[in-house]
């Protein structure tokens, strides 16, 4: 009885970024097998795969990367993209629709041939285009399609195989099948390319050789002769960060899958990439409008932004799809946010939805590289699929400007069961208390820091009791809007927490609170910080009132209050609230903040934001190429108010 073989489909799968200058692109390879049911064993293999008689060795990766020849990418000669690579100017926004290039393939046209970036410009061009005469046909271009293409051809390289078959070089259909495997069309009769792991088959390839012998990285000019000395070996690195000769250029990498116990090369693929992009011009300038209020010149001042830099756990092309993937990506991101926050100059940075691995590896050491010392506290919740991938909050602070003096952290969960169990007396095994937490645990957090200036201010005849100390308070509210209960009830915990703290150290401790609400200006957590209370009528405050299987989370609405005199910064200084803080396709509204205490601190200006128009000019909506977030930071001055000055300030 002979015991039939068993066979394998390996497959090479090979990702890679699109390239940014300065951003590092990422390659996903990864190699597997899969066991063919017997009946699929003369069946043709799908391209980047092959048949082997055993599953998948354990294997490594070598990395080639390549830096292609100057190309011209649009044949339109007025094309803006011909001169510029500007994320700005090729994203989907700018091409318009998918941003999918097109090929004139009209052999009567003069334009036969020619690529164009998008359908405006091939639209444009072909207003200028002409019948080429019978006689001239035969050529491979015409005379007037060399004018619109400077480097000859049709503007592309084409892929040649062993067997001359020209593909995409975006992805080579002949790189990974004609090593070790089983014929094109599935046979496996008498084909000794049937890969086995102990065998030296003539497809073993140093690490150090290009996969010419297998057509995968032979690039011809349209003349068909070889264009490989046009690209240039540049890194055997995983990753690259793209510099600025290669912009205006695409890469290539070339991957093989080694046998770890072996070295034999048992796959390889290669792809090349989409042109590598300068990095987004500098942010545009926001300038600051002074509040009219007039009073004593008073203390020491300071810059504060805050500003939700959404983790990229949420910057997904299913919440985002106006947005292309590549300007979600987060090492394109953090290089915005990054000097769009260093360019407002803060002395205090208050940072929401802070990813805690991305914290560890960019925020902290590119703020500490700039000068300032910060905190962070991430959600209480578990991380999603792997460590690190939870958000929180950051608080920084420049150290030329102030010393930390204290720090704590707040967990609304840990608060929500304070309340069930010391306060309302709740058993915690009973149904309402599990009914009750599970509506109010929703992993949010608060920051709260006390900093002292490193230059504490001198007694005076002006100011004659100096505060030299800011409480600084950072928080994310829930951000569900069919919980606005819940909201109010974060905030109303959080200003209780603010009021034990501040009082136990002086009535005179100057303290803003700043972050993302997720309430706009309408809500009961708007009134309860600008008014100390809320209405008792306030649709928030009766949620449960017709549905009994909302648990009543929230105390009499008397109930609700706080002893603090705040002010809304942008309300003080502008006269009314932003018109948006965050601006997507779903939402556009204001749910981003800056409260301070009246009796102590004074905001001298606030940066307006940008108009509708602006927020636009390069997306649908936030974020885009321009605007790295879906939020827009805040900007203010404050100043400190102290001693004499306190009754002058109301």
């Known amino acids: 009885m002979t015991t039939k073989e068993s066979y394998y489909t390996w497959h090479l799968s090979l990702r890679v970024d699109r390239p940014i200058e300065g951003c590092t692109v990422q390659s996903h390879a990864y190699m597997y097998g899969k066991k063919v049911d017997d009946r699929d064993i003369e069946k043709p293999t799908h391209l980047h795969s092959k048949k082997a008689k055993e599953a998948p060795p354990p294997h490594e990766f070598s990395y080639r990367w390549f830096r292609g020849p100057e190309e011209q990418f649009c044949a339109y000669q007025e094309c803006p993209r011909r001169k510029s690579f500007s994320p700005h100017d090729w994203s989907r926004h700018a091409l318009g629709g998918s941003?999918?290039?097109?090929?004139?393939?009209?052999?009567?046209?003069?334009?036969?041939?020619?690529?164009?970036?998008?359908?405006?410009?091939?639209?444009?061009?072909?207003?200028?285009?002409?019948?080429?005469?019978?006689?001239?046909?035969?050529?491979?271009?015409?005379?007037?399609?060399?004018?619109?293409?400077?480097?000859?051809?049709?503007?592309?390289?084409?892929?040649?195989?062993?067997?001359?078959?020209?593909?995409?070089?975006?992805?080579?259909?002949?790189?990974?099948?004609?090593?070790?495997?089983?014929?094109?069309?599935?046979?496996?009769?008498?084909?000794?390319?049937?890969?086995?792991?102990?065998?030296?088959s003539k497809g073993f390839v140093p690490r150090s050789t290009s996969y010419h012998d297998y057509g995968a990285s032979q690039f011809s000019d349209m003349s068909g002769n070889n264009g490989d000395s046009e690209w240039l070996e540049i890194s055997n690195n995983q990753m690259y960060i793209p510099t600025a000769e290669d912009i205006g250029r695409k890469l290539k990498l070339e991957v093989g899958a080694y046998s770890i116990e072996t070295g034999e090369l048992l796959m390889h693929r290669v792809v090349k990439t989409e042109l590598v992009l300068t990095r987004a011009p500098d942010p545009s300038k926001r300038n600051l409008v002074t509040a009219k209020t007039s009073g004593p010149r008073g203390g020491e001042r300071f810059r504060i932004v805050t500003y939700?830099?959404?983790?990229?756990?949420?910057a997904t092309q299913q919440q985002y799809p106006y947005c292309d993937l590549w300007a979600l990506s987060w090492d394109f991101r953090f290089q915005n946010i990054l000097r769009e926050i260093l360019d407002a100059c803060p002395d205090v940075i208050c940072l929401q939805e802070v990813q805690a691995d991305h914290y560890e590896t960019h925020v902290y050491n590119a703020l500490s590289d700039t000068g300032f010392e910060g905190v962070y506290k991430q959600k209480t919740?578990?991380?999603?699929?792997?460590?690190?991938?939870?958000?929180?909050?950051?608080?920084?602070?420049?150290?030329?400007?102030?010393?930390?003096?204290?720090?704590?952290?707040?967990?609304?969960?840990?608060?929500?069961?304070?309340?069930?169990?010391?306060?309302?007396?709740?058993?915690?095994?009973?149904?309402?208390?599990?009914?009750?937490?599970?509506?109010?645990?929703?992993?949010?957090?608060?920051?709260?820091?006390?900093?002292?200036?490193?230059?504490?201010?001198?007694?005076?005849?002006?100011?004659?009791?100096?505060?030299?100390?800011?409480?600084i308070a950072n928080t994310h509210l829930y951000s569900n809007k069919d919980f606005p209960d819940v909201k109010l009830w974060q905030s109303w915990q959080l200003l209780q927490e603010l009021e034990t703290f501040v009082m136990s150290r002086g009535t005179n401790l100057p303290l803003m609170i700043s972050g993302d609400f997720n309430s706009t200006p309408d809500t009961a957590v708007y009134d309860l910080l600008s008014r100390q209370a809320v209405h008792p009528g306030h649709p928030d405050v009766n949620m449960n009132n017709n549905d009994?299987?909302?648990?009543?989370?929230?105390?009499?609405?008397?109930?609700?209050?706080?002893?603090?005199?705040?002010?809304?910064?942008?309300?003080?200084?502008?006269?009314?609230?932003?018109?948006?803080?965050?601006?997507?396709?779903?939402?556009?509204?204001?749910?981003?903040?800056?409260?301070?205490?009246?009796?102590?601190?004074?905001?001298?200006?606030?940066?307006?934001?940008?108009?509708?128009?602006?927020?636009?000019?390069?997306?649908?909506?936030?974020?885009?190429?321009?605007?790295?977030?879906?939020?827009?930071?805040?900007?203010?001055?404050?100043?400190?108010?102290?001693?004499s000055s306190l009754r002058h300030n109301g």
Not at 432 to 453: G, H, I, P, T, W
Request: proline residues 5%; charged residues 15%.
């Open 99 to 200: 941003g999918c290039s097109l090929q004139c393939v009209s052999g009567q046209s003069s334009l036969f041939k020619a690529t164009f970036c998008n359908s405006k410009c091939f639209v444009k061009a072909w207003k200028t285009q002409y019948t080429v005469p019978q006689q001239q046909r035969d050529a491979p271009q015409s005379q007037t399609a060399q004018k619109y293409y400077n480097n000859g051809g049709s503007g592309s390289n084409n892929v040649s195989t062993p067997q001359r078959r020209s593909s995409s070089l975006d992805d080579d259909e002949g790189s990974t099948g004609s090593l070790g495997g089983i014929s094109a069309n599935g046979s496996i009769s008498s084909n000794p390319n049937i890969h086995t792991p102990s065998s030296h």
């Open 308 to 314: 939700n830099i959404l983790a990229e756990i949420y």
């Open 381 to 471: 919740r578990a991380s999603m699929g792997l460590a690190g991938k939870v958000d929180g909050c950051a608080l920084f602070w420049r150290r030329n400007k102030f010393h930390l003096v204290e720090s704590y952290s707040i967990e609304f969960n840990e608060l929500a069961q304070r309340q069930a169990t010391q306060v309302l007396g709740m058993n915690p095994r009973s149904e309402e208390c599990m009914a009750y937490l599970n509506r109010l645990s929703k992993d949010n957090v608060a920051q709260l820091v006390v900093l002292e200036l490193a230059q504490p201010a001198l007694t005076s005849r002006s100011n004659r009791d100096p505060i030299n100390q800011v409480c």
């Open 548 to 643: 009994d299987s909302t648990p009543s989370i929230l105390p009499d609405a008397m109930s609700i209050s706080h002893s603090f005199q705040l002010g809304s910064v942008y309300n003080t200084v502008i006269g009314k609230e932003p018109h948006v803080t965050n601006y997507t396709a779903q939402f556009k509204g204001v749910l981003d903040y800056m409260w301070y205490s009246v009796q102590n601190l004074r905001p001298l200006s606030a940066a307006p934001i940008p108009e509708t128009q602006v927020l636009t000019k390069h997306g649908e909506a936030l974020p885009s190429t321009q605007y790295s977030s879906d939020h827009i930071m805040l900007i203010s001055d404050m100043q400190i108010m102290g001693g």
